[in-house]
């Protein structure tokens, strides 16, 4: 007992000491670029995800976090704008049909990505350039308004290195650039458009808040519908197939990894002090019911509730002469000489066992009988049973005193 105690103790103070250095360390900023609108980290999207319904008042705004396939299969789906902000833009064929579906009937999409599928390039004609030896780490980027370019915005810890070329087009249209590279160009596609920009991360909360959102009001203008609806992309994001794993959720919340390492921790010590051997519970062996006596009573209670008195008389009479057979050994017979010798060796009076075989045979001798002779039969039975036993017991007694 003074182990356990001591091993519980030992429990509950390191779960202080893991509280208190969970409290004391300083958090580190999570730079990973999820694009998530929940995520209120620097590359998350909660800012602009927040901000849409200032920039599209009268617009219904809908989150998607379906596939196109789920979301759209079905033709009745309303049009309306689309918004996708990801590392990676590369659904697959089936989703891609129904994107390019969508868009050419005159809705337009804006996917910011810094890669796009490649069959989503080739079938606009557009080319992607690359240049991962740039060392620039600010880019001035300018979006075309109604008249001309307006003016340029400066964003740290944007590097050009990827961008559109889009001179071989036909009707494509450069609408943005990033240190004279075009990363915004606007294709058209049957009846409507696809906006596609290279720098998905002027989108994120560190450059909402921290650079000029002019820009991004700039970009997002080019998403004016008359359809008054705009889609808000959640499932083509990075890490979504991480996110619904409950053990990343459980250590991505400072409590939550601090309860959870310290219930392995604890389960360690409890396997530890727990490895010796003990001796195994030995279990209560209960005595075994007579259940004859229990079967009897049901089958009893069964035919008195049919009301079918005289069947049940009449097996009751036959375990009384089965009784008296095996007990006495004697012939059942309707005679006198039967009757006195029943009586001298069972010890109950002769009227007694006169009376039940004469209420035995007007039993017999009716069509049904009713509950009052049925339990007039009963007790005379019951009645012999008790004296038989009595006299049964005093024979006993006589034989065992010495003579």
């Avoid at 319904?53 to 705004?61: A, Q, R």
């Avoid at 808040?209 to 002019?214: A, F, K, M, S």
């Avoid at 089958?299 to 008389?313: E, S």
Wanted: charged share 25%; glycine share 4%.
């Amino acid at each position: 007992m003074k182990g356990r105690i001591g091993y519980m103790i030992g429990l509950v103070a390191l779960l202080v000491v893991l509280v208190l250095a969970e409290s004391v360390v300083p958090k580190e900023a999570d730079w990973r670029a999820t694009y998530a609108k929940r995520d209120k980290i620097p590359y998350g999207t909660y800012v602009l995800h927040q901000s849409l319904t200032d920039l599209f008042p009268d617009y219904e705004l809908n989150d998607i976090d379906r596939s196109f396939f789920q979301e759209w299969l079905d033709d009745s789906f309303e049009d309306g704008s689309l918004l996708v902000i990801t590392q990676n833009f590369e659904p697959d064929s089936l989703d891609l049909n129904l994107l390019f579906d969508r868009v050419g009937r005159g809705n337009t999409a804006l996917i910011a990505a810094e890669y796009f599928s490649q069959n989503l390039i080739d079938s606009l004609g557009i080319h992607f350039a690359y240049n991962f030896t740039l060392k620039d780490t600010a880019s001035n980027l300018q979006c075309l308004g109604k008249n001309n370019w307006g003016p340029s915005f400066r964003f740290d810890k944007i590097s050009t290195d990827r961008w559109f070329e889009v001179d071989s087009v036909p009707n494509a249209e450069a609408i943005g650039k990033s240190n004279d590279k075009i990363n915004f160009v606007r294709v058209p596609y049957g009846d409507g458009f696809f906006l596609l920009h290279s720098q998905p991360r002027v989108f994120t909360n560190f450059h909402v808040l921290y650079n000029d959102h002019r820009y991004q009001q700039r970009v997002l203008s080019w998403l004016s519908s008359n359809q008054k609806k705009l889609d808000w992309d959640e499932y083509y994001k990075p890490f979504r197939l991480e996110a619904n794993t409950p053990l990343r959720v459980i250590l991505s919340i400072p409590a939550l990894r601090a309860a959870y390492w310290t219930l392995l921790i604890g389960l360690f010590i409890y396997i530890i002090s727990n490895m010796r051997r003990r001796q195994r519970a030995i279990p209560v062996v209960r005595p075994k019911m007579n259940l004859s006596l229990d079967f009897v009573q049901t089958i009893g209670l069964l035919y008195f509730d049919t009301k079918d008195h005289k069947n049940l008389a009449t097996k009751m009479f036959a375990v009384f002469t089965e009784h008296i057979y095996s007990q006495y050994l004697l012939r059942i017979e309707q005679s006198d000489a039967f009757y006195k010798q029943l009586a001298a060796k069972s010890g109950t009076p002769e009227k007694l066992i006169r009376s039940i075989f004469d209420r035995h045979r007007q039993i017999q001798a009716k069509m049904q009988i009713t509950e009052a002779d049925l339990m007039i039969f009963n007790k005379e039975i019951e009645q012999f049973y008790q004296l038989s036993s009595q006299g049964i017991t005093k024979t006993k007694l006589e034989n065992s005193i010495p003579r």
